[in-house]
């Protein structure tokens, strides 16, 4: 299996906090059946890009770690206006081993509508977008027809593999599972970030799969798919997305979803100030990207 969201090199982010844990994780990951690990620090207002330090310790892990799983450098991209620029002027820079495909992280708080045409503009400069763990995203559990425009305009996307099982609760549960049921989804990943809370467990989800929608689905999903975005190549022929260009609304209904007894562990919670900062990048947004 190949997991192309790993929050692996340490220290640079909110994933891996150092190399004993990061060594940790790859074994782990190894035990499982993992060849690959595509390494994936954040880039974001609150995790900048630190691209010198992020190579160093790649290069350090791939020392360590070259007789047990071979590792590749992704970016967990923000869609801010910032990085999107910077994409645009450096092509391919935070891509999957710069080869075309992109990780990208949408706000949770609200998404502006000019962050269709930022990704479009992304496409022109050659870049595939891999729309990540949209199920645990609160604006797209409220208007799921956002997926569908995205998915219609060639985006792909990454579901948290654990979602699949109830780790990060019952909405992002039942979201991801009628996405594989109606085959929306093109790759599964861990978003590991830490052997306890945030573990790098693909299998349990290769086997979830395995049973629901068979093993060709769950080999797409871990294997082919993933190998073509390490490769840079066009996906092998996908199972047609069902209700995607009839335009069926999904059945999902977060308001009919009951709450969990146990809070869904999830990332480290953002900084109080985030909300100011997401407001003050909506009121430049615009200006800042396209007024050029």
């Excluded at 020392?63 to 801010?80: A, V």
């Excluded at 956002?146 to 549960?173: H, I, K, N």
């Amino acid at each position: 299996m190949i997991d192309i969201h790993h929050h692996l090199i340490y220290g640079i982010d909110d994933g891996s906090p150092d190399l004993e844990t990061s060594l940790a994780m790859a074994r782990e990951a190894a035990s499982e059946g993992v060849t690959n690990i595509v390494c994936t620090p954040h880039a974001s207002d609150r995790f900048p890009y630190q691209a010198a330090l992020i190579y160093e310790r790649l290069g350090e892990l791939q020392t360590l770690l070259r007789d047990e799983i071979e590792l590749s450098l992704g970016c967990d991209f923000h869609l801010n206006a910032d990085n999107i620029l910077d994409a645009i002027r450096n092509p391919l820079r935070y891509s999957i081993d710069g080869k075309g495909y992109l990780l990208v992280e949408f706000p949770s708080m609200v998404i502006p509508p000019q962050l269709t045409e930022a990704m479009r503009r992304l496409q022109d400069a050659g870049y595939t977008l891999v729309i990540t763990h949209p199920e645990r995203n609160q604006v797209l559990h409220r208007r799921t027809e956002m997926l569908a425009d995205w998915m219609r305009e060639g985006c792909l996307v990454q579901v948290t593999a654990s979602s699949l099982y109830g780790r990060f609760g019952p909405l992002a549960e039942a979201f991801s599972n009628e996405l594989l049921e109606r085959n929306w989804i093109h790759f599964l990943a861990t978003d590991a970030h830490n052997p306890q809370w945030r573990p790098p467990h693909l299998k349990k989800s290769f086997d979830f799969v395995t049973q629901k929608a068979g093993k060709e689905t769950a080999l797409r999903l871990c294997v082919s798919n993933p190998r073509a975005a390490l490769e840079g190549t066009s996906l092998p022929a996908q199972p047609e997305p069902v209700g995607l260009w009839d335009q069926v609304p999904l059945k999902f209904d977060a308001s009919r979803v009951r709450p969990s007894a146990k809070s869904p562990r999830s990332k480290t919670p953002p900084p109080r100030a985030e909300k100011e900062t997401v407001q003050t990048n909506l009121k430049d947004f615009w200006n800042r990207l396209f007024a050029r």
